[in-house]
């Protein structure tokens, strides 16, 4: 956890060291079929930051986050998290890598049937012996976790809820505390407010800025909300046509780029 007082990501960004590059991405490159997708990408997201990203439809967002993580193969360039080259990593350092990192996706990706709690203590598997996996007897500790995780999503009162019988932005709450759980510094979150109302939506933000700000996860999220993006996000970087148009301060993202960022958008 960084040490800095959070009182302005931009003021303090100069003094830290090249250490604290959770993410860094140089020349990426991803094609489908012929077609580039992501056309030589290059930015770092810093520890503890809450990064937005933005772009038009089709302007690579997801296929970015499903590099991040090797669910996409990239065609060239580099890849560290947390200091580690991802394209280098074999099967079993690569599965070990993803449990540390935490996704949060537009579809909940909950286990509908199972209560709110269960659904947190799933992050838990990996730390399980597989005897109490099968048994669905999970320690003391890690019941204490979840709860705990929920209690810091504001749903410590829904722990028994089943999934399906919670609200979209509940669930979408429950996705973040099962993220929490797995323990990971990293928080990927692909258009997690999608299909939320504005309040939810606001809530879900405001969760994922003080993974941030309190717990010093480093968060990067995409949105389609401009306006929210200004509002939450320490820095905004933008994709369109595969490459980085805008990398900056929310402050510095003004009207006239967010014009030219969505012109000629079709989709
Ligand atoms: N597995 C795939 N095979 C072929 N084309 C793909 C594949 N995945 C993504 N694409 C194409 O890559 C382009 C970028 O898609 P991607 O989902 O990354 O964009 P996005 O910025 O996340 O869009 P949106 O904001 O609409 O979710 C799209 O044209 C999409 O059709």
Not at 207 to 233: K, P, W
Request: net charge neutral.
């Amino acid at each position: 956890m960084n040490t800095l007082a959070r009182t302005d990501m931009s003021d303090v960004q100069s003094v830290w060291i090249a250490d604290d590059h959770v993410i860094e991405v140089s020349n990426l490159r991803k094609s489908f079929s012929g077609r580039p997708i992501l056309n030589s990408v290059s930015f770092s997201v810093l520890r503890g930051e809450f990064v937005v990203l933005l772009g038009p439809s089709g302007g690579g967002k997801s296929t970015l986050f499903r590099c991040l993580t090797r669910l996409a193969e990239p065609d060239s360039g580099q890849i560290k998290i947390n200091g580690t080259t991802v394209s280098s990593l074999g099967s079993q350092a690569l599965s070990d890598f993803r449990r540390q990192v935490g996704f949060i996706f537009q579809q909940f990706n909950l286990v509908k049937r199972m209560t709110a709690v269960d659904n947190v203590l799933a992050a838990r598997l990996a730390h399980t012996s597989l005897l109490r996996v099968l048994v669905r007897r999970f320690s003391k500790d890690d019941r204490q976790l979840a709860l705990a995780c929920l209690d810091s999503v504001g749903l410590l009162d829904q722990a028994y809820q089943r999934a399906e019988s919670l609200s979209g932005g509940q669930q979408q709450r429950v996705a973040i505390a099962r993220a929490f759980a797995q323990g990971g510094s990293l928080l990927l979150a692909d258009e997690p407010i999608s299909s939320l109302d504005p309040e939810a939506s606001e809530n879900v933000l405001q969760i994922l800025q003080d993974a941030a700000r309190n717990r010093g996860m480093t968060v990067m999220c995409s949105l389609h909300q401009v306006d929210f993006a200004l509002r939450y996000a320490d820095r905004i970087v933008a994709l369109k046509d595969g490459e980085v148009f805008f990398n900056g301060k929310p402050s510095d993202f003004d009207p006239s780029v967010r014009e030219e960022l969505y012109r000629g958008n079709k989709a």
